[in-house]
């Protein structure tokens, strides 16, 4: 399903996947201020058409009755895909990517990706939320692939 929305432009399973996620009991019992998906950068965005993080998250936060807030993160540096990477190329290819606005101080947020593989793309969102002083952050993703599982 991951596949077919990230890679044929399938939409309507992000929509079908945010709600399952939505319905998972570690994230239906958080208590969040809003939802931020994971942002592409704007040519990435530009060749896709559209974010499946924004596409996952979208009805993720009708149904928990949670904005969400895209804008409050942005992608400020075009990054080479992470797939098929390392972890050391993953942690440098992701590093300052991300700039967080200063309307995420004091907020409870919930960190919405469509996959993890090692981590790096949500530790450095995570960072760039906490520099700009969100209160906590949780995460939320439809996946973890078994790369995440590799020796480091």
Same mark, same amino acid.
Request: glycine letters at 6%; proline letters at 5%; a positive charge.
């Given at each position: 399903? !991951? %596949?077919?929305?990230?890679? =044929?432009?399938?939409?309507?399973?992000?929509? /079908? %996947?945010? %709600?399952?996620?939505?319905?998972h009991?570690?994230?239906?019992?958080?208590?969040?201020? /809003?939802?931020?998906?994971?942002?592409?950068? $704007?040519?990435?965005?530009?060749?896709?058409?559209?974010?499946?993080?924004?596409?996952?998250?979208?009805p993720?936060?009708?149904?928990?009755?949670?904005?969400?807030?895209?804008?409050?993160?942005?992608? =400020? $540096?075009?990054?080479?895909p992470? &797939?098929? /990477?390392? !972890?050391?190329?993953?942690?440098?290819?992701?590093?300052?990517?991300?700039? &967080? &606005?200063?309307?995420?101080?004091g907020? #409870?947020?919930? %960190?919405?990706?469509?996959?993890?593989?090692?981590?790096?793309?949500?530790?450095?969102?995570? #960072?760039?939320l906490?520099?700009?002083?969100a =209160?906590?952050?949780s995460?939320?993703?439809?996946?973890?692939?078994?790369?995440?599982? !590799? =020796?480091?």
């Amino acid at each position: 399903m !991951l %596949l077919a929305l990230k890679f =044929k432009g399938s939409v309507e399973t992000g929509n /079908c %996947l945010g %709600l399952l996620l939505a319905q998972h009991p570690s994230i239906s019992t958080l208590t969040v201020d /809003c939802i931020v998906p994971i942002p592409l950068h $704007k040519e990435r965005l530009a060749l896709r058409g559209f974010n499946q993080s924004l596409e996952i998250a979208r009805p993720l936060a009708a149904r928990l009755a949670v904005p969400l807030l895209p804008r409050l993160m942005v992608r =400020k $540096k075009a990054t080479a895909p992470q &797939s098929g /990477c390392n !972890l050391n190329t993953r942690r440098e290819n992701i590093r300052n990517a991300f700039q &967080s &606005s200063s309307e995420v101080a004091g907020k #409870r947020i919930l %960190l919405v990706d469509d996959t993890v593989t090692t981590g790096s793309t949500i530790e450095a969102a995570a #960072r760039s939320l906490r520099e700009a002083g969100a =209160k906590t952050i949780s995460v939320a993703v439809i996946s973890r692939t078994a790369r995440h599982f !590799l =020796k480091r």
